[in-house]
């Protein structure tokens, strides 16, 4: 196996005069969570796109299994799965009959497709309404079967896009403990989203996209280190938030941000530290950037 999964350098992508990748550079370990974290138009499906052979790039090169992407395509197809694109679910059909075709279509025998079935309508929580047609499913359970259909043939590569956008709590929390087994059973995780938090709760790693480049990547912890060790938080009398400050958590930083703020803030505001969330990485980062850009 590549100790690398995903491997991308100098990668380039522009739609007409507008440039949507600007240089990506990015590894993702081989059996790891990578996770792309970034706002609506920011070019992570793009990036999906080109990593899933969908989009040609115009530069750089991307790596995926060890296969080049465009040179490689064919190779590269047989080594990934990509949920929402590949995988068609048919709504007239049952969880178990939609599983058992795509195992048909993959080429396996009506007995290991059979055997698949079970398998993955057990690690999906489907087992109980496998013989519904899913029509009558829920989005969580839709959202599910999108996942276990495209992993019917084995690979060891995975593409989510945005996985859990539209799902409520409980079902995004049920995915991500689907897609932590996943991981568990060795395979590589790409994953999109525009929420901070589920980066958090998954990635190994993770690369935050801004403006067509990593702005800035590592593990959850080590973007939160780069905003600050903690945040100084002001909420005034009904709890609405005031304002947020990023401190090194010593008393004459706290002091010294206090002062600067005491006479700008009501009298009755309430103050409490907490550590960054992921939120304030993601600002904390794009705007460094955005001002970077300005000059
Ligand atoms: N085929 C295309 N032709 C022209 N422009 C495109 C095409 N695909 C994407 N774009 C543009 O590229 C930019 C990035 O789009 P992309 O879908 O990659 O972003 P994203 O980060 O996935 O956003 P979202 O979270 O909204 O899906 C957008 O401005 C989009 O309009």
């Known amino acids: ?61 991307a790596y995926v299994a060890g296969r080049d992407v465009v040179r490689e395509r064919d190779a590269v197809k047989r080594s990934i799965s990509l949920t929402g694109q590949f995988a068609a679910v048919d709504d007239m059909l049952t969880a178990k009959e939609n599983l058992r075709m795509m195992g048909r279509l993959s080429g396996f025998t009506a007995d290991e497709a059979r055997a698949r079935t079970a398998e993955l309508l057990k690690l999906f929580d489907l087992e109980a309404s496998a013989g519904k ?73 993770i ?41 090194d958590g010593s008393i004459q930083d706290i002091r010294r941000t206090l002062n600067e703020l005491a006479g700008k803030v009501p009298a009755d505001t309430r103050i409490s530290l907490r550590k960054p969330s992921m939120d304030d990485v993601f600002v904390a980062l794009t705007t460094t950037r955005l001002e970077e850009a300005a000059q």
């Open 1 to 61: 196996m590549h100790e690398f999964a995903i491997e991308t350098k100098g990668l380039r992508k522009a739609f007409g005069r507008q440039t949507v990748l600007d240089g990506i550079d990015l590894t993702v370990r081989a059996g790891t969570i990578f996770a792309l974290l970034g706002p609506n138009g920011a070019g992570k499906t793009t990036l999906i796109n080109i990593l899933s052979t969908l989009t040609k790039p115009d530069g750089g090169s």
């Open 133 to 205: 047609l899913v029509k009558t499913y829920s989005g969580g359970m839709r959202r599910r079967l999108d996942l276990a259909v495209s992993l019917v043939a084995d690979r060891p590569v995975l593409f989510l896009d945005e996985p859990t956008t539209g799902l409520d709590t409980v079902s995004r929390r049920a995915l991500w403990e689907t897609i932590l087994q996943l991981r568990s059973r060795g395979m590589t995780i790409f994953l999109t989203t525009q929420y901070l938090e589920e980066a958090d709760q998954l990635a190994d790693r």
């Open 207 to 247: 690369a935050v996209i801004a403006g067509g480049r990593i702005v800035a990547s590592g593990t959850a912890q080590e973007l939160k280190s780069r905003v600050g060790e903690d945040m100084i938080e002001l909420r005034g009398a009904d709890d609405e938030l005031l304002a947020v400050h990023a401190t």
